[in-house]
Every structure is written in structure tokens, then in C-alpha cells.
């Protein structure tokens, strides 16, 4: 009788054993894209728990698709030659390659080291990148025509430790090539005192030929800074628009300022953080009158506002909220301004007119998760 | 204060004692009432050195309606939630003295070990008022062993996979009306379990491999003293004192492992306790207990591996609490009041800033309740009115470091907790009784809600507390015999929890985020545990959860989903053929399809955990085969494997659970004869 309940318990034991299953499953609910028709927006999307993106065609923004694929939490996109690049930032650490006219699946993604916190890539060539690593001295030199076993990605580092504040640890950020050089924004931070500005920040300029250190431009402020966009040089003049927040809460010691890359100096502030009442957190040139920023006071309130940077006065204010206002980001008609707006129950892109600040309809554009960057990309 | 409730409760109960608990797993044979009549609650008794390798995790993931999320195995962080609710909405107490802390209420299971307790109190939807705070979706008691006088002493060493070791010592006496206990316990285990790496890239599978788990080692050490003095006057004098010393990798997510991260936490609790029955002449009893614990938790991740920027944090709580317990009958009314004032100061400090101590948090909270359970139709019905009110003033000693957020005026401030409850309770037939319960409650903000940290945390002093409504209706039925079963035990209950303004961090900037009230949460299921004994060998047990969680928060990509780690059904499944030679054992714990994300992107499949065990008791086996040799070795020896289908799952994303695992015990006791009393 014990032996036969005994029997029992295994062939019950047995029987569970064969349904259990376990292990982790993407179910973002995603959906079929539209194919590709001229130039969509490709929004990342994040609760900081999941990370996802959406994307909709520019000139038809209500068929959005939201929920397409899963990305890390924390990410930002750029584009180059028709391909969104997913820089899965602290916790993802690697590059995703997403292709667009395969219906937006991903062709690669590759580590770039565990625990390196990954911000930007930027593009030297067709099998040349370079990958700024928030928490790593060494930037990292990556091949973009990889396949998706990654094989022969990383093609080498480059030291710029001896840019690097007393931590040891530049905090590299943005990055852009323009020409052969490669310029990389380092925050230079304290980790060790709350990430606090440790004096000047500069710009690492590198020799992409030769893949070495040939200079630093050291910056008017301290902590240049923007949660997505990266660094673009002026279509006109060349230079960089660099924003420096300083201290986050902070408003006497940042502004924008351009930085010349043929001459290796920055500018200083042609407009200040006490101009606009608020640390800028990101900023969009339209000319030497018009443009527009996303500001952050002392109390942790962000607005979009439009100003004019030669009267260095803010002219409007486009949104508010005491939630996250993320990314303004130049529409490819170059008239329109996207914004990605985190408000907790109505999160969105917001657009807005550039001549007349008028937001335009419909919005905000709903991306499943809150968007949190926003990049456009051509069609094939 | 079971003892002051068991004394108030109604007697027309007091010989059915199954009908306010449950035995779960082998154990003593006789398990303590709970202190309330109408809450559907569960006594855990907790066998003396189990040999199995159990943690209070293990013990409280069993019960229904209960959940509990790990981090990772052996002594890794690990929560618990009752019906849904978070983890800070659980209060956890240890003989009735409240662990939950100002700065966080979070208590990490881990932290707790098992063996120096007598039995697991679980109460869910409610807080009964033998406990000394308020608890927002239910409580945890951990009740220590009680001395009884009877000389003892046993020695337990065991250990199994993962380097996982475990020593055990236990010793009890008593003289006259004193009696008292000493127990200390070693735990410790190298953590290094194998699990599936994916590197961090979900759509690149040629990068995945197996890896093992690093720096998540861990040593522990518990060391208990209890003693007990009965009075002349009936009463009786208690003192405890409790020591808990932890020191342990931090490894942080499965596909970047932390090399160097620690933590290192202290826990002294000590409490004296006095009792009063018949205080004055009067039909009154008092209990009070004079508490205080100090915490320390060193964490240091000085490579910045964990999170962002490199910590090294030092962080003591000092808490102490006067509580008072007074019970009183009248006619049909068993009255219970209480009077409890307690503070509590946080003292954070960063050693590698600048600045390295951190402003002090403190907390006030002052208490009143008052409860009766009035007996109708011969105390066949009881009904059970209470209310709670607890006063706090949260006082802040400095202004905030980033964004200025805490102004001067913010730093002090009074919040007002108002429990009301009702419960029902009706003695339908013999040995079934119906219960039903409704209760509000609340949550008070914690220091982290209110002044945030010295990073990137915002305060917000304007938060308010989160408020539940908790309602239940259900059944208890208990048979002492049916058939060919015995200590038979049927319970279910229906439940719905909804709990609004509650608390979640917002990131409302590029580099801060702040709490809010902006959440919702509707949680509504059915319970079922049963337990009996068949043909006199054989003990088992089940227990069942169906729970709806639902977010209710009004953000779009979260409204309506199931909310994480809440899974729809959870059952717990033990069987036990027992003899004098031993006993043989199984476990089944199955979760059905769970998220473990707002967004609910991330499933985790279906799950079922097993577990086999065998105990030989090599004395009795001795003497059973006629063997005098091993007639007389002492010793009984335990060996199990749990998840032996080496079900590779994760509870929180990104934090690897271990697989299949063996250990094995043995244990030594010696037990003489009670001194008589003086």
C-alpha cells in the first residue's frame, strides 16, 4: 500500500514535471509595421522597466505602430544611411541595428562590453564607428558591416583616460565625425560626489585615420548634456552647438556656446542658463533668431520654449509640465519640431509648427510606452 | 499578546483551535490560535531545526495569497506581497514588534532566518490589533519559540549544491519559573548556481551562454536569547534579545555581474515584554513591551558595477516603541485597547562624498486602538468592530542637494492613519464557521517617498498615504475526524483589494525622478487551503490562489494590465507519508503565466517546482530493524532536492533564480526532564 502511494506521488511528479516549463518571453504585442513609403519617425519608447519602439510615416502620423520590438529601457536611436542605430544604454550595453526596409527588424546587435553604458555611435565609414562608453575610459572602435553573430565588431579601442577627471573616467558622451576627425563631448563628472561637475568639460578630438588623441577643446562650462539627441555640426558653419548644464538645479554656471572644430576652441556662451531661467537640456537651432530648447528650472519643471539666441531672451513657451520633456528634435521638412513628451497619462510626440509655434494636430501621437528619442529615417 | 488575545477571545472557541489555523508542513502537533477571530489568517508552526533547508521566503511563497519574489537563491533579496499588493504594503513584525522601517518598508525576507521561530503569523487583508501598527494589505508575525523549562539541547550541520552550508545550535533550560533558550544559527552558501546568460542582447542568441552566478556568496549568523519568568501574580516577564549579522556579494543582473559590490547588514532587536492578567483585581489584562532595534546596512559598490556612479553607503536605524496591550471581557465583550508611542531616526551617511553624512530622517508615531468582539446567539456569532489611529510627525534635518526641493517649511510633517475594520464571524454548524471582513487602511509615505536621497531621488513632502480597501467573505470548515481522514481543514475566501494614491517613482527629468500619488491597483481572487491526515500516515496539504491584479493607474501602457509578478493561480501542494523511521516527502509548487513588467511585454511561462525529500529518524530505524548499532545513533538525517526538473525561471527580470539543488541535514538532540516547579 505505501510502495503503491509512493508510485502514485512520482507518476504525479512525473506528470507535472513534463508541463513545467519556465524562462523568460518577449510578448511586446507589437504588429506589422507599414512598409516604408518616404520618411518615418522611429520613436523609442521606455517605462524604464521595458523598453520598446513605435514608428509612423512623417506625412501620415496617425498610422503610428506602436510596440514594434523590444529594446532595452534605456536607449537612444540615430540614424546613418537608412539604418537606426540602437544604443542600448547602462544595462543593455550594446548596439542594436535596426533595418527598416525589412520591416524593421533588427540585422545585428552586438555587446559592446557589459556594464559599459554605451551613449552614442558615430560613423567614419561603412565598416567604421565609434561607440562612446559612459563607464569605461576607452572609447570603442566598432564595424557596422558585421553579421548577426557580431563577428569582427569590435575593431579596437582608444585610450582617453588622460582626458579623464580624478575618477578615472572621462564620461564620454556624444560623438560626431566631421571630416577626419572624430569629436567626443567627455563630462568629466565626479561619480563619487553624485555626479557633480569636477571642473571643466572638453571635447576629445581624435584622428580617425589613425585612431589616436590629437587634441581636447576645453569647454566654456562644465557637463555638456542632452538626454538623446547627439552632436550635429552647423549645416552653415561647421561648428557644434554644444549646451552645458553645469549642475543640474543649478542656474549660474551653463548656457550654449559653439565650438569650432577647425580651430579646436570654444566660443563661450552666447546664451546662459540665467538668460532662459533653466538648465538646457536640449536645444534646436533654426537660425540666429529662432530657436528652441527644452529648459529645466530648480524645481524640477521642464517647458519647450522658443527663443532667440541674439537677443538671449526666451519669446514663447511652447509646453510645461513638471514631468519629463525629453527631446526636441528638427522634423526632416525642417518645419516642424517633434517632442517627446513623458507626461505620466498622456504621453506622446508632440509636433509643432516652427513658424508659428502652432502644435499640430493630431496629438499627442500615443507610442504605446512614453517616447523617449526620436530619429528620422529615409526610405530605401 | 497571543496569549492576552487568546485570553479575551470568546471561550465558546477556545477548543477548536483548527478553525483559526492551519497546520502546513510537519511540525508540532498542536499549533497556536491566531490572535483574531474573524481574519482569514494562517499559522505556520515551525518545526524545531527543521532539517530541511527552508527560509521564511519558502515558508510564507506556500500559503495562499501570498507571493514572493526572489532575487536570486540562498540568502538573496527577496519580498513579499499579500493579495496582490507591494511589498511595503506588508508589515512585518517579530513577536509583535514592527520591522518595517520609516525609510523603507520593504523588509528583505532574507534577513530572516527561520529557525529560532516557534511559528509564521499570516494575515492577510488585515492587521489585527494584537499587532502594534497598522498594515496596509496584511501582516507577517514572526513569533519566536517559546521556553518552556524542558532541558534541551540539539545540534544541526548540513549543507548541499552551491556551496551551501549550515550549522545549528539550539539549547533551552529552566529553574523554577524561569525558563529560557539560546539558539544560533550559521548560514552561508557561495551562491554560485549556473543559469543561461543571454549578454544583455535579446535578439543575438550565438552570444548567449551558461555562466555561474559570481560574488553572490553570503555568511549569516543568527544568535538568539529568550527568557521567560512567571509571577507570583500570574503574569509573566519576557525578555528577548536577537542578533543578526550578514555579510554578501551583490552579483546585480545575470548579464553584468558585479565582482565587487557588498553589503553587510547588523540587526539587534531586543524587547522586554511584561504581562499582567487580572491587573489590579480588576477583569483586565496588560501587556506592554519596551522594544528597540538598530540596523546597519553597509553597502558598497565603490566600481560603480550596479548601478550609476560608485556608493558607499552606511546607512543605521535606531528604533524604539513603548506598546500596551489591554484586554478586557464584559458580558458578551471581549475589549481590546491599545496605547503604543514609538521613534525612529534614520541616519544615512556616503562615505565617499564630499560630504559624507546625510541629513537625519526621524519619525514619531504615537498610537490608539480600540477593538471589541462581542458574542451573539451564545457566541455562535461574533462581531468584531475595531479602530485604529496613529499619529506620525516625519521630521527631515536638512534641506535636499539637488534641485532644492525639500523647502524649510516641508521638513516637519503630521500625517493622521485612520484603520477602521470590520469582521464578522458565524458559527454555522460544528465545526464551520463563516468570516467576512472589511477593512480600510493606509500607508504612510517613507523617508525615501518624502525626502528622497542625495542623488537623483526628489523628496516629495506633499505625498499622501495610499489607502486600501480590503473586503472578504468566506468559509472555515475543520473536522477532527471524516472517514479515513483526520485533522481535516477546508478554508476559502473571496477578496477584492483596491488600493489607491499609490506611490511611484516618476523620473520627471533628465536626472531626477520624484514620488507621486498617481497609481491605482483592484486586486480580486479566491483562496483555498486545505490539509488533512489519511490513513494515519499520510499529511497533506494544498494551497490555492486565483488572483485578478490589475493596474488601475490611468497611464496608457499600463492601464488594465496584469500587474508583475502577480500571477492568476499559485498553488502549493505537499504530501508526506510519515512513520517513526522517518518520513518521505514531496513538494509541488506551481505559478501560472506571469509578467514581470508594468508593460507586460515580459512573460514568464507557466512554472511548476519540485521538490523530494526523505528524513530517517537512524534510532528509530534501528530499533525497527533490530539493529542495536544504529539503534543508538542519536541522529536524524534529512536529504532533499528541490527543483529536481532543474526549472531555470526568473522572478524579477534581469535576476537569475538557482536550478536543481541537493542538501542534506543532520541533527543531534538531547531532551531531559523538566525540573519540578519551584
Redesign the interface.
Same mark, same amino acid.
Given at each position: 500500500m505505501?510502495r503503491r502511494?509512493?508510485a502514485g506521488?512520482v507518476a504525479?511528479?512525473g506528470a507535472?514535471?513534463a508541463?513545467?516549463?519556465?524562462?523568460?518571453?518577449?510578448?511586446?504585442?507589437g504588429g506589422t509595421p507599414p512598409p516604408l513609403a518616404g520618411t518615418s519617425a522611429f520613436v523609442v519608447t521606455s517605462?524604464?522597466?521595458?523598453g520598446?519602439f513605435a514608428v509612423f510615416p512623417v506625412l501620415q502620423p496617425e498610422a503610428v505602430t506602436k510596440?514594434v520590438?523590444?529594446l532595452?529601457s534605456d536607449a537612444v536611436a540615430r540614424e546613418h544611411d537608412g539604418i537606426v542605430y540602437v544604443v542600448?544604454r547602462?544595462?543593455?550595453?550594446?548596439i542594436?541595428a535596426i533595418d527598416p526596409a525589412a520591416g524593421w527588424a533588427?540585422r545585428?546587435?552586438?555587446?559592446v562590453d557589459?556594464?559599459s553604458?554605451p551613449h552614442d555611435i558615430a560613423f567614419a565609414a561603412p565598416d567604421k564607428a565609434y561607440v562612446t562608453r559612459y563607464?569605461r575610459a576607452a572609447l570603442l572602435i566598432v564595424d557596422p558591416t558585421t553579421d548577426?553573430?557580431?563577428t569582427g565588431f569590435v575593431r579596437g579601442t582608444i585610450d582617453l583616460a588622460a582626458l579623464a577627471d580624478a575618477?578615472g573616467l572621462p564620461e564620454m558622451d556624444q560623438a560626431v565625425v566631421i571630416g577626419d576627425r572624430l569629436y567626443v563631448t567627455l563630462q568629466r563628472l565626479d561619480?563619487?560626489?553624485?555626479?557633480r561637475p569636477s571642473g571643466r568639460s572638453a571635447i576629445a578630438v581624435i584622428d580617425v585615420a589613425t585612431d589616436t588623441l590629437v587634441g581636447a577643446i576645453d569647454l566654456t562650462g562644465a557637463n555638456p548634456?542632452t538626454?538623446s539627441a547627439g552632436l550635429a555640426p552647423d549645416p552653415v558653419t561647421g561648428k557644434l552647438l554644444v549646451n552645458e548644464v553645469g549642475e543640474?538645479?543649478r542656474l549660474d554656471d551653463g548656457g550654449i556656446e559653439w565650438v569650432d572644430p577647425a580651430t579646436l576652441r570654444a566660443e563661450g556662451f552666447f546664451v546662459t542658463e540665467q538668460d532662459l531661467g533653466g538648465n538646457v537640456?536640449d536645444v534646436v537651432r533654426i537660425d540666429d533668431h529662432h530657436a528652441y530648447a527644452i529648459l529645466?528650472d530648480?524645481?524640477?519643471?521642464?517647458r519647450v520654449v522658443r527663443f532667440d539666441p541674439t537677443a538671449r531672451r526666451v519669446a514663447a513657451t511652447l509646453a510645461a509640465g513638471?514631468?519629463?520633456l525629453?527631446d526636441v528634435a528638427l522634423g526632416p521638412d525642417g518645419a516642424t519640431l517633434y517632442l517627446t513628451d513623458?507626461t505620466?497619462?498622456?504621453?506622446g510626440i508632440r509636433r509643432f509648427a516652427v513658424a508659428d509655434d502652432a502644435e499640430l494636430a493630431p496629438s499627442p501621437i500615443?507610442t504605446?510606452?512614453?517616447p523617449f528619442d526620436v530619429v528620422f529615417v529615409a526610405g530605401p | 499578546m497571543l496569549w492576552l488575545s487568546t485570553m479575551a477571545a470568546p471561550a465558546a472557541f477556545a477548543d477548536e483551535p483548527l478553525l483559526g489555523t492551519i497546520e502546513v508542513r510537519g511540525a508540532p502537533e498542536s499549533a497556536p490560535a491566531v490572535a483574531d477571530e474573524s481574519a482569514f489568517a494562517t499559522v505556520v508552526p515551525i518545526a524545531e531545526q527543521p532539517g530541511e533547508l527552508l527560509t521564511l521566503g519558502d515558508v510564507l511563497d506556500r500559503a495562499s495569497g501570498v507571493s514572493v519574489r526572489r532575487y536570486g537563491g540562498l540568502g538573496d533579496f527577496a519580498t513579499v506581497s499579500i493579495r496582490g499588493s507591494t511589498p511595503g504594503q506588508v508589515g512585518v513584525f517579530f513577536d509583535g514588534v514592527a520591522l518595517t522601517r520609516a525609510r523603507s518598508e520593504t523588509v528583505n525576507l532574507a534577513d530572516l532566518p527561520l529557525d529560532q521561530l516557534g511559528a509564521v503569523e499570516i494575515y492577510r487583508g488585515v492587521s489585527p490589533l494584537a499587532l502594534s501598527a497598522s498594515a496596509l494589505a496584511g501582516a507577517v508575525n514572526l513569533v519566536s519559540r517559546a521556553p518552556d523549562g524542558v532541558p534541551r539541547f540539539s545540534l544541526l550541520a548540513g549543507g548541499g549544491s552551491f556551496g551551501t552550508r549550515k550549522v545549528s545550535v539550539a539549547g533551552s533550560a529552566g529553574r523554577g519559573p524561569t525558563s529560557g533558550f539560546v539558539s544560533a544559527t550559521y548560514l552561508g552558501s557561495d551562491g554560485d548556481f549556473s543559469f543561461e546568460d543571454d549578454?544583455?542582447? @535579446?535578439? &543575438?542568441s550565438?552570444?548567449d551562454r551558461e555562466t555561474k552566478r559570481r560574488n553572490n556568496a553570503f555568511d549569516s549568523v543568527e544568535v538568539l536569547a529568550k527568557v521567560r519568568r512567571a509571577l507570583a501574580s500570574g503574569g509573566a516577564v519576557t525578555g528577548l534579545t536577537e542578533l543578526f549579522a550578514n555579510r554578501q556579494g551583490v552579483s546585480g543582473?545575470g548579464?553584468?555581474q558585479a565582482d565587487d559590490a557588498s553589503l553587510r547588514d547588523l540587526r539587534s532587536l531586543n524587547y522586554i515584554r511584561w504581562e499582567r492578567p487580572g491587573f489590579a483585581g480588576l477583569p483586565l489584562d496588560l501587556a506592554s513591551t519596551g522594544s528597540f532595534v538598530f540596523e546597519r546596512e553597509r553597502f558598497r559598490d565603490r566600481k560603480?558595477?550596479i548601478g @550609476?556612479? &560608485?556608493v558607499a553607503t552606511d546607512n543605521r536605524t535606531y528604533t524604539g516603541a513603548l506598546d500596551n496591550l489591554i484586554a478586557s471581557r464584559i458580558g458578551r465583550h471581549a475589549l481590546e485597547g491599545r496605547v503604543d508611542v514609538g521613534g525612529q531616526v534614520f541616519t544615512p551617511e556616503d562615505t565617499?562624498?564630499?560630504d559624507a553624512a546625510g541629513p537625519d530622517q526621524r519619525r514619531i508615531r504615537f498610537g490608539l486602538a480600540a477593538g471589541d468582539t462581542a458574542g451573539y446567539f451564545g457566541d455562535r456569532l461574533l462581531v468584531q468592530p475595531s479602530l485604529r489611529w496613529e499619529h506620525l510627525r516625519d521630521d527631515f534635518s536638512g534641506t535636499s542637494?539637488?534641485?532644492?526641493?525639500i523647502t524649510r517649511a516641508q521638513r516637519g510633517r503630521t500625517r493622521d492613519l485612520l484603520t477602521p475594520r470590520l469582521g464578522l464571524r458565524l458559527d454555522a454548524a460544528a465545526g464551520v464557521a463563516l468570516k467576512a471582513n472589511v477593512a480600510r487602511a493606509a500607508r504612510a509615505p517613507n523617508f525615501t517617498e518624502l525626502f528622497g536621497n542625495?542623488?537623483s531621488i526628489?523628496g516629495n513632502p506633499n505625498l499622501d498615504p495610499e489607502h486600501g480597501l480590503n473586503a472578504d467573505l468566506g468559509f472555515v470548515l475543520a473536522r477532527d475526524r471524516l472517514g479515513p481522514a483526520r485533522r481535516l481543514r477546508l478554508e476559502g475566501a473571496g477578496f477584492v483589494a483596491v488600493i489607491d494614491d499609490m506611490i511611484v517613482l516618476?523620473?520627471?527629468?533628465?536626472?531626477?525622478s520624484?514620488f507621486?500619488n498617481?497609481d491605482r491597483a483592484r486586486t480580486v481572487g479566491c483562496e483555498i487551503t486545505a490539509g488533512a491526515e489519511l490513513f494515519e500516515?499520510?499529511r497533506t496539504s494544498l494551497d490555492y490562489t486565483y488572483q485578478d491584479a490589475r493596474d488601475e493607474s490611468?497611464?496608457?501602457?499600463?492601464d488594465g494590465n496584469q500587474l508583475?509578478g502577480r500571477p492568476r493561480h499559485e498553488l502549493f501542494h505537499r504530501?508526506e507519508?510519515r512513520r517513526d523511521e522517518g518520513r518521505?516527502f514531496?513538494e509541488?509548487s506551481?505559478i501560472a503565466d506571469n509578467?514581470?513588467?508594468?508593460?507586460?511585454?515580459?512573460?514568464?511561462?507557466?512554472?511548476?517546482?519540485?521538490t523530494?525529500g526523505v528524513e530517517v529518524d537512524v534510532a528509530a530505524l534501528g530499533r525497527t530493524l533490530g539493529a542495536g548499532a544504529l539503534a543508538r545513533v542519536p541522529f536524524v538525517a534529512t536529504f532533499e532536492v528541490r527543483n529536481?526538473?532543474d526549472?531555470?525561471?526568473?522572478d524579477v527580470?534581469?535576476y537569475p533564480l538557482p536550478g536543481r539543488a541537493f542538501f542534506a541535514t543532520a541533527r543531534w538532540a538531547w531532551e531531559g526532564r523538566a525540573a519540578p516547579h519551584g
Amino acid at each position: 500500500m505505501g510502495r503503491r502511494r509512493c508510485a502514485g506521488l512520482v507518476a504525479l511528479a512525473g506528470a507535472l514535471a513534463a508541463c513545467s516549463s519556465g524562462g523568460v518571453e518577449d510578448r511586446t504585442p507589437g504588429g506589422t509595421p507599414p512598409p516604408l513609403a518616404g520618411t518615418s519617425a522611429f520613436v523609442v519608447t521606455s517605462d524604464f522597466q521595458t523598453g520598446s519602439f513605435a514608428v509612423f510615416p512623417v506625412l501620415q502620423p496617425e498610422a503610428v505602430t506602436k510596440n514594434v520590438a523590444r529594446l532595452h529601457s534605456d536607449a537612444v536611436a540615430r540614424e546613418h544611411d537608412g539604418i537606426v542605430y540602437v544604443v542600448n544604454r547602462l544595462g543593455g550595453d550594446n548596439i542594436q541595428a535596426i533595418d527598416p526596409a525589412a520591416g524593421w527588424a533588427t540585422r545585428w546587435q552586438c555587446s559592446v562590453d557589459n556594464g559599459s553604458n554605451p551613449h552614442d555611435i558615430a560613423f567614419a565609414a561603412p565598416d567604421k564607428a565609434y561607440v562612446t562608453r559612459y563607464e569605461r575610459a576607452a572609447l570603442l572602435i566598432v564595424d557596422p558591416t558585421t553579421d548577426s553573430d557580431c563577428t569582427g565588431f569590435v575593431r579596437g579601442t582608444i585610450d582617453l583616460a588622460a582626458l579623464a577627471d580624478a575618477d578615472g573616467l572621462p564620461e564620454m558622451d556624444q560623438a560626431v565625425v566631421i571630416g577626419d576627425r572624430l569629436y567626443v563631448t567627455l563630462q568629466r563628472l565626479d561619480r563619487r560626489n553624485f555626479f557633480r561637475p569636477s571642473g571643466r568639460s572638453a571635447i576629445a578630438v581624435i584622428d580617425v585615420a589613425t585612431d589616436t588623441l590629437v587634441g581636447a577643446i576645453d569647454l566654456t562650462g562644465a557637463n555638456p548634456f542632452t538626454e538623446s539627441a547627439g552632436l550635429a555640426p552647423d549645416p552653415v558653419t561647421g561648428k557644434l552647438l554644444v549646451n552645458e548644464v553645469g549642475e543640474l538645479g543649478r542656474l549660474d554656471d551653463g548656457g550654449i556656446e559653439w565650438v569650432d572644430p577647425a580651430t579646436l576652441r570654444a566660443e563661450g556662451f552666447f546664451v546662459t542658463e540665467q538668460d532662459l531661467g533653466g538648465n538646457v537640456t536640449d536645444v534646436v537651432r533654426i537660425d540666429d533668431h529662432h530657436a528652441y530648447a527644452i529648459l529645466l528650472d530648480v524645481e524640477a519643471r521642464s517647458r519647450v520654449v522658443r527663443f532667440d539666441p541674439t537677443a538671449r531672451r526666451v519669446a514663447a513657451t511652447l509646453a510645461a509640465g513638471d514631468e519629463f520633456l525629453v527631446d526636441v528634435a528638427l522634423g526632416p521638412d525642417g518645419a516642424t519640431l517633434y517632442l517627446t513628451d513623458r507626461t505620466l497619462k498622456r504621453p506622446g510626440i508632440r509636433r509643432f509648427a516652427v513658424a508659428d509655434d502652432a502644435e499640430l494636430a493630431p496629438s499627442p501621437i500615443d507610442t504605446g510606452l512614453a517616447p523617449f528619442d526620436v530619429v528620422f529615417v529615409a526610405g530605401p | 499578546m497571543l496569549w492576552l488575545s487568546t485570553m479575551a477571545a470568546p471561550a465558546a472557541f477556545a477548543d477548536e483551535p483548527l478553525l483559526g489555523t492551519i497546520e502546513v508542513r510537519g511540525a508540532p502537533e498542536s499549533a497556536p490560535a491566531v490572535a483574531d477571530e474573524s481574519a482569514f489568517a494562517t499559522v505556520v508552526p515551525i518545526a524545531e531545526q527543521p532539517g530541511e533547508l527552508l527560509t521564511l521566503g519558502d515558508v510564507l511563497d506556500r500559503a495562499s495569497g501570498v507571493s514572493v519574489r526572489r532575487y536570486g537563491g540562498l540568502g538573496d533579496f527577496a519580498t513579499v506581497s499579500i493579495r496582490g499588493s507591494t511589498p511595503g504594503q506588508v508589515g512585518v513584525f517579530f513577536d509583535g514588534v514592527a520591522l518595517t522601517r520609516a525609510r523603507s518598508e520593504t523588509v528583505n525576507l532574507a534577513d530572516l532566518p527561520l529557525d529560532q521561530l516557534g511559528a509564521v503569523e499570516i494575515y492577510r487583508g488585515v492587521s489585527p490589533l494584537a499587532l502594534s501598527a497598522s498594515a496596509l494589505a496584511g501582516a507577517v508575525n514572526l513569533v519566536s519559540r517559546a521556553p518552556d523549562g524542558v532541558p534541551r539541547f540539539s545540534l544541526l550541520a548540513g549543507g548541499g549544491s552551491f556551496g551551501t552550508r549550515k550549522v545549528s545550535v539550539a539549547g533551552s533550560a529552566g529553574r523554577g519559573p524561569t525558563s529560557g533558550f539560546v539558539s544560533a544559527t550559521y548560514l552561508g552558501s557561495d551562491g554560485d548556481f549556473s543559469f543561461e546568460d543571454d549578454n544583455g542582447t @535579446l535578439q &543575438n542568441s550565438s552570444d548567449d551562454r551558461e555562466t555561474k552566478r559570481r560574488n553572490n556568496a553570503f555568511d549569516s549568523v543568527e544568535v538568539l536569547a529568550k527568557v521567560r519568568r512567571a509571577l507570583a501574580s500570574g503574569g509573566a516577564v519576557t525578555g528577548l534579545t536577537e542578533l543578526f549579522a550578514n555579510r554578501q556579494g551583490v552579483s546585480g543582473i545575470g548579464a553584468y555581474q558585479a565582482d565587487d559590490a557588498s553589503l553587510r547588514d547588523l540587526r539587534s532587536l531586543n524587547y522586554i515584554r511584561w504581562e499582567r492578567p487580572g491587573f489590579a483585581g480588576l477583569p483586565l489584562d496588560l501587556a506592554s513591551t519596551g522594544s528597540f532595534v538598530f540596523e546597519r546596512e553597509r553597502f558598497r559598490d565603490r566600481k560603480g558595477e550596479i548601478g @550609476l556612479g &560608485n556608493v558607499a553607503t552606511d546607512n543605521r536605524t535606531y528604533t524604539g516603541a513603548l506598546d500596551n496591550l489591554i484586554a478586557s471581557r464584559i458580558g458578551r465583550h471581549a475589549l481590546e485597547g491599545r496605547v503604543d508611542v514609538g521613534g525612529q531616526v534614520f541616519t544615512p551617511e556616503d562615505t565617499l562624498a564630499d560630504d559624507a553624512a546625510g541629513p537625519d530622517q526621524r519619525r514619531i508615531r504615537f498610537g490608539l486602538a480600540a477593538g471589541d468582539t462581542a458574542g451573539y446567539f451564545g457566541d455562535r456569532l461574533l462581531v468584531q468592530p475595531s479602530l485604529r489611529w496613529e499619529h506620525l510627525r516625519d521630521d527631515f534635518s536638512g534641506t535636499s542637494t539637488t534641485a532644492g526641493q525639500i523647502t524649510r517649511a516641508q521638513r516637519g510633517r503630521t500625517r493622521d492613519l485612520l484603520t477602521p475594520r470590520l469582521g464578522l464571524r458565524l458559527d454555522a454548524a460544528a465545526g464551520v464557521a463563516l468570516k467576512a471582513n472589511v477593512a480600510r487602511a493606509a500607508r504612510a509615505p517613507n523617508f525615501t517617498e518624502l525626502f528622497g536621497n542625495r542623488g537623483s531621488i526628489l523628496g516629495n513632502p506633499n505625498l499622501d498615504p495610499e489607502h486600501g480597501l480590503n473586503a472578504d467573505l468566506g468559509f472555515v470548515l475543520a473536522r477532527d475526524r471524516l472517514g479515513p481522514a483526520r485533522r481535516l481543514r477546508l478554508e476559502g475566501a473571496g477578496f477584492v483589494a483596491v488600493i489607491d494614491d499609490m506611490i511611484v517613482l516618476v523620473q520627471n527629468s533628465q536626472r531626477t525622478s520624484v514620488f507621486r500619488n498617481v497609481d491605482r491597483a483592484r486586486t480580486v481572487g479566491c483562496e483555498i487551503t486545505a490539509g488533512a491526515e489519511l490513513f494515519e500516515h499520510l499529511r497533506t496539504s494544498l494551497d490555492y490562489t486565483y488572483q485578478d491584479a490589475r493596474d488601475e493607474s490611468g497611464i496608457p501602457a499600463r492601464d488594465g494590465n496584469q500587474l508583475p509578478g502577480r500571477p492568476r493561480h499559485e498553488l502549493f501542494h505537499r504530501s508526506e507519508y510519515r512513520r517513526d523511521e522517518g518520513r518521505l516527502f514531496y513538494e509541488l509548487s506551481f505559478i501560472a503565466d506571469n509578467f514581470l513588467d508594468q508593460a507586460n511585454f515580459l512573460l514568464v511561462r507557466a512554472r511548476a517546482i519540485h521538490t523530494l525529500g526523505v528524513e530517517v529518524d537512524v534510532a528509530a530505524l534501528g530499533r525497527t530493524l533490530g539493529a542495536g548499532a544504529l539503534a543508538r545513533v542519536p541522529f536524524v538525517a534529512t536529504f532533499e532536492v528541490r527543483n529536481f526538473t532543474d526549472n531555470r525561471v526568473e522572478d524579477v527580470a534581469g535576476y537569475p533564480l538557482p536550478g536543481r539543488a541537493f542538501f542534506a541535514t543532520a541533527r543531534w538532540a538531547w531532551e531531559g526532564r523538566a525540573a519540578p516547579h519551584g
